[in-house]
């Protein structure tokens, strides 16, 4: 069964950074299009950041373009998005997934985990 653990998140000041790691178990991450996405309180969730599956294609937000990072670890079959000059917009629980037009396992319904709450304020 396919898992995706996100960690990383945490209280960061605006300006700063923090980095999230999706740690994968029964789909090999390189063979996907990987995405993060994010739900801030009140609004629905959004998709943040893509890397395709040859990690040669990556495709940002433009809230956030510029700002975050997205990349593969595939000894580690992990995901990493790098935040760095965080704003408090930034706010929400992020989410780690295949990207949502992905077949994984013969279909492109997406089971959501607990995510990794980041928190960006004075």
């Known amino acids: 069964q396919v898992q995706l653990v996100e960690s990383g998140g945490g209280l960061a000041q605006p300006g700063g950074s923090l980095r999230l790691s999706c740690v994968a178990s029964?789909?090999?991450?390189?063979?996907?299009?990987m995405g993060w996405y994010r739900q801030a309180p009140g609004k629905e969730r959004e998709q943040v950041a893509l890397i395709t599956s040859a990690g040669g294609s990556t495709n940002y937000a433009d809230s956030v373009k510029g700002r975050f990072t997205i990349s593969g670890d595939n000894a580690k079959n992990t995901v990493y998005l790098q935040m760095n000059s965080l704003k408090p917009e930034d706010t929400a629980v992020y989410y780690c997934?295949?990207?949502?037009?992905?077949?994984?396992?013969?279909?492109?319904?997406?089971?959501w985990g607990q995510g990794t709450q980041v928190t960006v304020s004075s």
């Open positions: 997934n295949a990207g949502l037009s992905t077949v994984v396992g013969g279909k492109t319904v997406r089971s």
């Open positions: 029964g789909i090999v991450v390189s063979s996907y299009t």
